[in-house]
């Protein structure tokens, strides 16, 4: 059975190497606007739904699989910083805090469907204006969810976490495998 990644994120086609090496990763063109009023917490299964429908209508005999990662701290998202002004709001936020990281995922095949999603707790240390500027200069923070990769130098910035570290990288890869495998079952009829 051909299953699809849709996702341009190098970090997510890595992580889905753990669970299956036989999947082909395409990007998607689907409308990534939230609609007016949504919850934060259920964004990621939202916009994890537009992408696996704009995948699986270019790819129709296949189990596709849609994935969506955000950030969350005080019921606001936080997207990927546009600017150094922006990265910089956004680790002042996060300084010494706990926050949310919620993947939505959405498994897709044919008119059947499933959507689950994880929630990881991560908390920052105390940064100092310093760790904050270093870090905003970098090149890390600019294409990730809340500014900051907890794979690469973002780790520096971090107290604990509480929940799946894979997660927080995008892709909760343990939980996806169960899923993934209980899905392809059901199509199969086991």
């Known amino acids: 059975m051909n299953i699809i ?10 992580l889905m190497k753990m669970i299956t090496d036989d999947f082909t990763a395409v990007s998607t063109d689907a409308d990534e606007t939230l609609p007016a009023g949504i919850e934060p917490a259920k964004a990621s299964e939202y916009l994890s739904q537009i992408k696996a429908d704009s995948a699986a209508a270019k790819y129709p005999d296949a189990v596709v699989i849609g994935c969506d990662t955000t950030v969350i701290c005080d019921n606001y998202i936080l997207g990927k910083p546009k600017d150094n002004a922006q990265c910089r709001a956004f680790m002042e ?31 920052f240390r105390e940064l100092t204006d310093e760790d904050i500027s270093l870090y905003a200069a970098s090149d890390e923070p600019y294409d990730k969810a809340g500014g900051y990769g907890i794979q690469g130098k973002g780790a520096l910035l971090i107290e604990k976490i509480d929940g799946d570290f894979f997660n927080v990288v995008g892709l909760p890869v343990s939980r996806l495998n169960i899923e993934l495998k209980k899905f392809i079952k059901s199509i199969k009829g086991e």
């Open 5 to 14: 990644l849709a996702s341009a994120s190098p970090r997510r086609r890595e």
């Open 93 to 123: 936020l996060l300084s010494g805090r706990t926050h949310q990281v919620i993947t939505g995922c959405t498994l897709m095949y044919k008119a059947k469907m499933a959507t689950f999603s994880v929630v990881t707790d991560v908390k």
